[in-house]
């Protein structure tokens, strides 16, 4: 499997729980850098065998506290030490150490666009209008040596990034897709029963 794969499996989750209005809509929201949430950010994955891909997106207001392309020499090393901290999933979303699992490829992104929204934001939210918005793009594959052990996923993302406040996901594996929101104040995802 490689990176390719992940859009598969995203799309692969998002057909197995479409619903009008639903996942599917929103993925293609968000390709387009549609309206976002500011605190909320989306993660599909896909296990399939002894692989597991993610995709991530998440506004840019989560990760580096600002919504417009970096314009200055400071935000410009937030967005380097933010793609850097994303560049470790492992340590973001964190496995059971019996799963032995390892990073194939990792890649991230920060995607800009001029779409805006402003129904989708409340008034505290700090954006350039004119420079649009952003958003990170975030595509992972890992492999792991005993997928039976990956029975859950702690999210230190939250400890990373304390702009973050939730994720929806949505989740594809060889026995069907589940949708799920883990928080800040909940932090993990099990696992046991879908590998």
Known sequence: MTLKAIAALGACAAALTVAPGG????????????????????????????????DLHVPGMDIVGFEHAPGTDAEREQLAAALATLDSPLTLFVLPDDAGCTVIEARAELETGAHHDDDAHDESDAHDDEGGHTEFDVEYLLTCADIKAADRMEFAYFDAFPGAQALQIQLATNTGAMQAKVTR????LPLGGRL
């Open 185 to 188: 104040d909940r932090p993990s």
């Open 23 to 54: 996942p599917g809509a929103r993925a293609q929201e968000h390709r387009e850098l549609g309206a976002h949430e500011h605190g909320v950010g989306h993660l599909d994955i896909g296990i399939d065998g002894s692989q597991i891909a993610m």
